[in-house]
């Protein structure tokens, strides 16, 4: 679950020690429960600064609304409240997975419009069969607050600017012509948009 918040700058310590000092008590988080703070690194002409994270197994999110909430949490929303404005919440489901996640800090994200799922989720996993990587790669369904047409989302782990911004030059010519054939048996799909974030802050 995701939430986007705009944070002036001067206000992001504020927010990240509000949240510390919430969490740094850990009857706060739930069991199996990770929340994450990412700061945008380039989102287009959206003045969303920050998106706030809740992540965890489908039966440990459900659990949280079961979680009981003391003093202490409307008093730190409260004071977030007054160091931020929200712009939108979104949930969704991770479908299928490769490499092992929170390893890197930074996260491309790529936001699309997919015609069939299971044909693009079948020529992603035949993709990364062939071309192996060692960073963590997601591709997952927009459950709520769905807009502009998006129906999933496809997530990619950077461990810095380089990585993200480079090509790689020892690039195989089966790793090549798997890419061709990925792209040609995904089926029809759309990147609405994508979107560069660098974690600030994790508690678990």
Known sequence: MDYDWHVPIENESTIIQILDDYFSNPENIPSGITYNLYRMMFNGSSDVTHTFQVIGAIDDLNETSNFPRNADFSLMLEKIRN???????????????????????????????????????????????????????????????????????TLVERSNLKDLLGSDPNVTKEESMAWDKYLKDRGEMKEIKTMTRKLAKSWN
């Open 83 to 153: 160091h931020m404005e929200p712009r939108g919440r979104y949930a969704g489901r991770g479908d299928i997975s490769t490499g092992k996640p929170n390893q890197d800090n930074i996260e491309y994200l790529m936001l699309d419009h997919v015609e069939n799922s299971a044909k693009r989720n079948a020529a992603a996993l035949a993709l990364w069969a062939t071309n192996k990587q060692s960073n963590y790669r997601a591709i997952g369904t927009v459950i709520s607050g769905r807009e502009d047409g998006i129906t999933h989302y």
